[in-house]
T-cell receptor
């Protein structure tokens, strides 16, 4: 069974641009969560999607948004990038009473 | 506010020595508790989890953790550390299962040969 796949693995963007990251969950998993990891703030929850609906949201500005498709794949978008958005973005999927499985992350660098 | 603390930012142990990583949380009730490990540039791998029942849980790679309600702690232990255990370890809690994790700041483990 394939694990959680995040694409791309690395990304370099310029301030002010926007970016879209993709996450393909484990087959059969309907819940997808996104986390931001930075050296200063650690791992912080962004949002969670379940059956195409946002179920939970963390404390991030509206520039951070996401969506989930009918096949459970999820995308997150960050608009008007700032230097402080440079981070490792992790996606996790889970189904029912199972643990969350994490992807390898997308390393975003904003210059 | 709900929080998870890992008092040790960095721990260094010799290969073969025992290990204990500390985790404390502040929640009203007993949350769901997890330990994850992250190797450099990688995602998170679950080591073990506690939902209920026996307070001593066994995980992968020879790790175990003990839940102590009176101390609001969930410490991770391993009797004999291997060089491949060098990584960052995160304690995480969920107040309600299926909601988002709150992660601790992490403990970086270095292993001396």
């Amino acid at each position: 069974k394939a694990g959680v796949t995040q694409t791309p693995r690395y990304l370099i963007k310029t301030r002010g641009q926007q970016v879209t990251l993709s996450c393909s969950p484990i087959s059969g998993h309907r819940s997808v969560s996104w986390y931001q990891q930075t050296p200063g703030q650690g791992l912080q929850f962004l949002f969670e999607y379940f059956s195409e609906t946002q179920r939970n949201k963390g404390n991030f500005p509206g520039r951070f948004s996401g969506r989930q498709f009918s096949n459970s794949r999820s995308e997150m978008n960050v608009s008007t990038l700032e230097l402080g958005d440079s981070a490792l973005y992790l996606c996790a999927s889970r189904q029912g009473n199972t643990e969350a499985f994490f992807g390898q992350g997308t390393r975003l660098t904003v210059v | 506010a709900q929080s998870v603390t890992q008092p040790d930012i960095h721990i260094t142990v010799s290969e073969g020595a025992s290990l204990e990583l500390r985790c404390n949380y502040s929640y009203g009730a007993t949350p769901y508790l997890f330990w994850y490990v992250q190797s450099p540039g990688q995602g998170l791998q679950l080591l073990l989890k506690y939902f209920s029942g026996d307070t001593l849980v066994q995980g992968i790679k020879g790790f175990e953790a003990e839940f102590k309600r009176s101390q609001s702690s969930f410490n991770l232990r391993k009797p004999s550390v291997h060089w491949s255990d060098a990584a960052e370890y995160f304690c995480a809690v969920e107040e309600v299962y299926g909601q988002n994790f709150v992660f601790g700041p992490g403990t970086r483990l270095s292993v001396l040969p």
